[in-house]
């Protein structure tokens, strides 16, 4: 096996749900995953080892971007729509029929963030990342990582609240 069969086999799954957080759909995701890898065997230079999920990750960060660009109207802002009928694919029976309504509600709050919020909320929170491999990643600086991850989870405490507010529940 080569360092790059070592190297999709390891995180190709990774990068294949990263993208599906960002865009929302398996499609699109699985293009970019595509992408990603082929960018990274054509690069010039070895990845360390060390930074490689994060270097793949933001490979396909920039393709997402570049999608966004390219299917954008000119002149408008980029628009990420999720699809709100995605499901969890770990969920059980039980919990997908409870859980798909606050699933779907749940994406469509994240795809209301801007794209960089999300993606800082998403690293932070389901890769588990540090604060400093974010900003290596993102090109964004400590505090603004903070800033945005900080901001991005108060609007989605802020979606539940309203939701449950509406639904006559107690938060």
């Known amino acids: 096996m080569t360092d790059f069969e070592a190297l999709y086999r390891r995180y190709a799954g990774d990068v294949l749900r990263f993208a599906w957080y960002l865009c929302g759909d398996q499609e ?4 970019l995953t595509s992408e990603t890898f082929v960018r990274a065997w054509n690069a010039s230079g070895e990845i360390r080892a060390a930074s490689a999920k994060a ?28 699809n709100e009928n995605l499901r969890d694919p770990a969920a059980g029976p039980d919990h997908a029929a409870a859980g798909r309504s606050e699933l779907a509600g749940v994406m469509a709050a994240l795809g ?15 890769e588990e990342w ?13 505090a603004a990582v ?14 539940r609240d309203a939701r449950h507010t509406a639904k006559g529940e107690k938060t």
């Open 55 to 82: 270097y793949l990750f933001a490979i396909a960060r920039n393709c997402y971007l570049e999608t966004l660009r390219r299917s954008r109207p000119r002149g408008g802002a980029p628009t990420a729509p999720l």
């Open 28 to 31: 699109l995701a699985e293009d």
């Open 146 to 159: 903070k800033v945005k991850i900080h901001r991005a989870r108060l609007r989605l405490v802020a979606w």
């Open 112 to 126: 209301e963030l801007p794209e960089i919020d999300r993606t800082v909320l998403l690293l932070r929170a389901r």
């Open 130 to 142: 540090s604060y400093e491999e974010i900003a290596q990643a993102t090109g964004l600086s400590l």
